[in-house]
T-cell receptor, first 113, second 113 residues
Framework: DADVTQTPRNRITKTGKRIMLECSQT?????MYWYRQDPGLGLRLIYY???????NKGEISDGYSVSRQAQAKFSLSLESAIPNQTALYFC????????????FGDGTRLSIL | EDQVTQSPEALRLQEGESSSLNCSYT??????LFWYRQDPGKGPEFLFT???AGEEKEKERLKATLTKKESFLHITAPKPEDSATYLC??????????????FGKGTLLTVNP
């Protein structure tokens, strides 16, 4: 089983809909992250959480919100989806401290029509 | 602002033809440089962390090196299964306590049999 599991793997929805992407991990890491990946732009950080009570905005948080339900679960919501939020979304986890690599799930491909 | 530039954008090799991928960076105080491999439909898979200039790390046919301005990923006698997108990311002191990773756009490597 994957250490970092994202659901759904693919989602097609319409403009204005509310969408939740979920991430769960079995690595026991405290730190969790949400990124989006767009062709030609690379991976960009949306939100991150260092523990259940700690939520922080990344570089592109507008239009997104997150919830850290437990150490192992971190969900990303799009309250009112718009077409330019069409992208690949990745969840990642890491141990505390710098030099620690982030470990990624296999992503959710989100298309907003 | 931290910047990471990877070159070339795409590289096509014949099996057994060794080459190098480049990652140049501009950051205020490097904490670490990370190399990842990403296969289609998958999340980035961690390969190496490099902390200081002069450091080298090896794994099978891959060898990563680091200077004060750039990192190289050397691929020796590549095989078709080495085909993937290789991502470079830096973690800088300027990122503060969030240990933010700044990613390059990646190099798409294709190894032909």
């Amino acid at each position: 089983d994957a250490d970092v599991t994202q659901t759904p793997r693919n989602r097609i929805t319409k403009t204005g809909k509310r969408i939740m992407l979920e991430c769960s991990q079995t690595k026991g890491h405290d730190r969790m992250y949400w990124y989006r990946q767009d062709p030609g732009l690379g991976l960009r950080l949306i939100y991150y959480s260092f523990d259940v009570k700690d939520i922080n905005k990344g570089e592109i948080s507008d239009g997104y919100s997150v919830s850290r339900q437990a150490q192992a679960k971190f969900s990303l919501s799009l309250e009112s989806a718009i077409p330019n939020q069409t992208a690949l979304y990745f969840c990642a986890t890491s141990e505390p401290g710098h030099h620690q690599p982030q470990h990624f799930g296999d992503g959710t491909r989100l298309s907003i029509l | 602002e931290d910047q990471v530039t990877q070159s070339p954008e795409a590289l096509r090799l014949q099996e057994g033809e060794s080459s190098s991928l480049n990652c140049s960076y501009t950051v205020s105080g490097l904490r670490g440089l990370f190399w990842y491999r990403q296969d289609p439909g998958k999340g980035p898979e961690f390969l190496f962390t490099l902390y200081s200039a002069g450091e080298e790390k090896e794994k099978e046919r891959l060898k990563a090196t680091l200077t004060k301005k750039e990192s190289f990923l050397h691929i020796t006698a590549p095989k078709p299964e080495d085909s993937a997108t290789y991502l470079c990311a830096v973690q800088a002191v300027s990122g503060g306590s969030n240990y933010k990773l700044t990613f390059g756009k990646g190099t798409l490597l294709t190894v032909n049999p």
